[in-house]
DNA sequence: CGCCAGGCTTCTA
DNA sequence: TAGAAGCATGGC
């Protein structure tokens, strides 16, 4: 069974391979097969439709459309950004992007996994940690509960090869299950106090709180600074981002790092 | 062999 | 308090 949906100014490829998310698969052009939800989920993009397998429409107003950020009003978001010139540049080369809203725990988990790490290698972690930890879905994974992983040992996660990450997504999830670690008030905190729970967490510095709290938590105005990032600003933003920008810097964050690992316009 | 990867902790001056 | 070394692992 499968449904389709129109969508406009949306790219699943790009939204996918950005490097924001590390639990889909591209099966072929345009076709793309990930968990969500505790759900496998296979999506087609033709031109302005998608095809979706593996949820109904029911799930898709539930959660799929909003995971996506197909309920945001991006036509908004890319006018406000495109008064600068070299947002609007940025925006051009990836237009299809959208900055996905993941479950926070598992977003957490990723990017501490992330650090000084590959996206290729990141996503193989992530892929293990499923298999090995999460729920059996049926063939396919759920990502494992902080409360699951909370239970084992350092030497429990030897299997993952993750180096030493391994105490740190410990930490983390001991941390979480604790309580310590509040979803809701990472919600609606101020930016900084949202981030000093975070980087009480070992392993958890600014790059990867900040990007817990953009992918995981909604904050459009957390702007992690990876090293692209760092390049690209002191190349192309020397002043930092223009004001305006800054309520949704994240959403500017995800378009400028795109630009910056792959327009070739960004140097080392 | 070296360098790099969506960094962070720890040590040092 | 700023800056550099050390850290696991794998791809190139």
Not at 6 to 26: H, I, M, N, P, Y
Not at 188 to 197: E, G, I, V
Request: net charge negative; with cysteine; charged share 25%.
């Amino acid at each position: 069974m499968s449904f389709k949906i129109d969508v406009g100014d949306f790219s699943l490829a790009e939204t996918l391979e950005c490097g924001q998310c590390f639990r889909w698969r591209k099966q072929a052009e345009d076709v793309y097969t990930g968990v969500a939800h505790d759900r496998s989920v296979t999506i087609s993009q033709r031109g302005d439709e998608l095809e979706i397998e593996g949820c109904d429409r029911a799930d898709y107003d539930a959660w799929l459309r909003s995971y996506l950020s197909l309920d945001e009003p991006y036509d908004e978001y890319k006018a406000i950004l495109s008064r600068d010139d070299t947002l609007r540049r940025a925006i051009c080369f990836a237009r299809g992007i959208r900055v996905m809203k993941q479950p926070l725990w598992e977003t957490l988990c990723s990017f501490i996994i992330s650090q000084n790490n590959n996206i290729s290698r990141i996503a193989s972690i992530v892929g293990m940690l499923c298999r090995r930890f999460g729920e059996n879905l049926g063939g396919y994974y759920g990502f494992p509960s902080p409360e699951r992983l909370a239970e084992l040992e350092v030497g429990d996660l030897a299997c993952l090869m993750c180096g030493y990450r391994d105490v740190y997504i410990l930490d983390a999830a001991r941390r979480f299950t604790s309580g310590e670690i509040d979803g809701e008030y990472l919600r609606a905190a101020p930016l900084d106090d949202a981030r000093k729970m975070l980087l009480t967490i070992k392993g958890v510095g600014p790059k990867v709180a900040d990007c817990a709290l953009l992918f995981g938590a909604r904050r459009y105005d957390a702007f992690p600074q990876d090293v692209w990032i760092k390049r690209a600003m002191s190349q192309l933003f020397p002043d930092g981002l223009p004001e305006f920008a800054l309520p949704i810097a994240g959403i500017a964050q995800q378009y400028i790092f795109h630009y910056a690992r792959k327009s070739g316009v960004i140097s080392r």
